[in-house]
């Protein structure tokens, strides 16, 4: 917990939270877990649920700085972001170049191919015909995924190419929609704070993959930590961690996710 003084340096704080995107209830339960621990820390702090009239909220909003924890479109896509450095509110997270590029799931591959960085076959599903040209490109089984989604929302594992063309339909409901090569191997993810990657964390659930359900509602995840990788395989990891940050703009905390086959 800071101290007074250091609560007291933080002024007033709007915690942004909700929003309209298919993520919102998943950045309610963040916002207000974020809010109570800010309060028990002494900040003067106080829920921002923001809504259609967004503009017109920010307008009128009365904080000294901003703890972004919205989730999806308009909050993680470089929209939020450009409106509060317009307004020189501070806040925290990504800037609008690194929110909108790490957003954008086709992007952030291509960034990670340039720099060497190794990241699962993929391609891009602009229309029906791709998706009967993708069996010969990359094979099954595969994932198919909306472009610029979190959570895991709209996404399908296909390994039947009959049921392509039904995941590329309910991924094609978000926008833009890629496939991507399934790995096989244990899943991990790695946190970063500030400069620092903080120790992997091993995925483990019963279900078909780490869906939406799996990620915040099921309590049959195992999360284990530390993940059990040997001291080489982490650092090796946790360059590959740093590299990717750096390449992609990210600043004060992200997350990357991985697999290890």
């Known amino acids: 917990m800071p101290a007074a003084g250091a609560a007291a340096k933080c002024g007033r704080v709007a915690v942004l939270m909700g929003g309209l995107s298919a993520e919102r209830e998943i950045s309610l339960k963040s916002g207000n877990a974020v809010l109570e621990a800010l309060k028990t820390a002494g900040v003067d702090a106080f829920k921002f649920d923001l809504q259609e009239n967004a503009l017109q909220q920010f307008m009128n909003l009365k904080a000294d700085r901003v703890f972004n924890i919205l989730h999806g ?11 509060l450095d317009m307004l020189g509110i501070p806040y925290t997270g990504s800037g ?71 995941a590329w339909r309910k991924a094609n409901q978000y926008g833009a929609v890629f496939a991507e090569t399934e790995i096989s191997g244990s899943e991990y993810t790695a946190a970063i704070l500030g400069a620092q990657v ?5 995925l483990d659930t019963p279900r078909e993959f780490y869906d939406y359900e799996a990620k915040y509602f099921a309590n049959d995840t195992i999360y284990t930590c530390p993940s059990g990788l040997d001291e080489a395989m982490v650092g090796n990891i946790n360059e590959l ?20 086959d």
């Open 73 to 83: 479109r308009g909050g993680e896509d470089g929209t939020v972001q450009a409106v």
């Open 96 to 166: 609008i170049y690194a929110s909108a590029l790490t957003m954008d799931k086709l992007a952030t591959k291509r960034i990670l191919l340039g720099s060497g960085i190794p990241t699962p076959p993929f391609m891009e599903l602009a229309s029906e015909d791709d998706c009967r040209r993708l069996i010969d490109v990359l094979g099954l089984p595969v994932f198919v995924k909306p472009v610029l989604e979190g959570s895991s929302i709209g996404m399908t594992r296909v390994i039947d190419a009959d049921d392509l063309l039904p």
């Open 198 to 202: 903080l120790p992997l964390i091993k």
């Open 241 to 260: 961690v740093e590299m990717t940050v750096k390449m992609t703009g990210v600043r004060h905390w992200g997350r990357v996710d991985l697999f290890v």
